[in-house]
């Protein structure tokens, strides 16, 4: 079980799902910014939950049920500031709400702060375990799996889910790799639906068999999915969908032959063994050979079993500690041979172009290396060393910004292309902010004179104009 990471990464329905198989007990703390919600878990189901958000409190939700006012609000919060008592207990006090009303208000606010984690698309999050709840911590009878439909519910529309669970004609599969996870659903809805799954029932007709509303049918599914429970295969009777699936998964095939292992599983080189497992748990689910049962995926099973196969390898490699970083020593090595290899413009196009989408994904370190090739194998093309000057303008995994080392980069692309006006704009930028606001203002100049509608640089010119 991992302790630490992000939400973007492992998305809070499979984190309660890991935590739930591990039976933890202790705090799962998130954080967005200055924004704190806590989630309190005993044997693995969360029990109660409190956050630093004045909406998330008792008395905010109070007035939003117009259950009390907010001269009976402000009144009871003076009480609580005298006595120390929680608000809940000073408005039964006050006669505003009864005990029962109290326990049903206690159990809706933990809801709404859990409920309100699955809307997150990024927090930060920490798991401690075996910590000592405070006796602020009340005890809940939660069920956990009502919580995660909710949850669902709020973070999909109807129609994502749809969309992710994929068309009423597929028939839905299981995921063979389940087994303790599984528990999560026991005695629910949820398990019904799992059981109803059997390799040839479309989720038209599960939908159908399960006997409820469509809308919850869909909610329910469409947990299992994102759970990695159930996978949509092809379309009943579809021979299109199978001859379309056999070309994608060749042409993956194809490209696997090019790729590090690193891209097999879809990740940048600085992937956490979190996203290593996750990554490798989903694309082995799709590729799965069991997946690919009958007749009908005879020619379509092998190239999975292919595809599963160097996925697996990819997998055994990175996510132990010594084998990865045996492997990126290696991947390092062959980066420095090809700097050495004689110039050669095709070899260098296409690894600008690569750098040039891994910039687009965010992925710096590994744009850094192909900008650095595409220059060792041409080192005569202006934008090269533009896209290397930008990225020596940032700060990335463990490359530090390095001013005189951009500002040299940029100075060779004026060199090689003297009328691209971005280069001397960035020069210009380079010298503002070592505050040579004389030199800045020339760059900008420039960059105007070889396109007046340059509108960064005039914007510049204006904000030294003030200076």
Sequence with gaps: MVNKGRLKDTPFLKLLMGLHTAKAKGILRLTNGPEVKIVYLSNGKPIFAASNLPSDRMGAMVLRLNIATEEQIDTALKDVMKTGNRLGTVLVNM?????EQLFDLVIKQVSEIIYSIFELDDAEYNFIEDVHFSNEVITLDLSLWDLMIEGVKRKFSPDKLKEIIGHSNVIMQKNPDISEELAIIKNTDGEKFYNLIDGTKTLNDIITNAGMGELRAIQIIGILNLLGFIYPGSEKGNTTTNASLQSKIEDKLEKFQTMNLFEKLELD????KEQILSSFTLLSKNYHPDRFAGPDYKDIKPLALQM????????????????REKYLKEISEQDKS???TETDPVLARQSFEKGRVYVNEKKYAEAYKMF????SNDPNISEYHTGLAILETMSFNNHPINVEAAEKAFSKAVELNPSEARNYY??????K????YKTARGYFLKALVHNQNHRESKKQLELLDKV
Excluded: R, V
């Design 308 to 323: 599963y196969n160097q996925i697996l390898e990819a997998f055994t490699i990175l996510y132990k500690d010594s084998t």
């Design 426 to 431: 960035y020069l210009g930028i380079i010298y």
């Design 95 to 99: 006669n505003i709400i009864t005990p």
């Design 433 to 436: 902010n070592k505050q040579d």
């Design 269 to 272: 080189m600085n992937a956490t």
């Design 372 to 375: 650095n090739i595409a220059i």
């Design 338 to 340: 090809i700097l050495f």
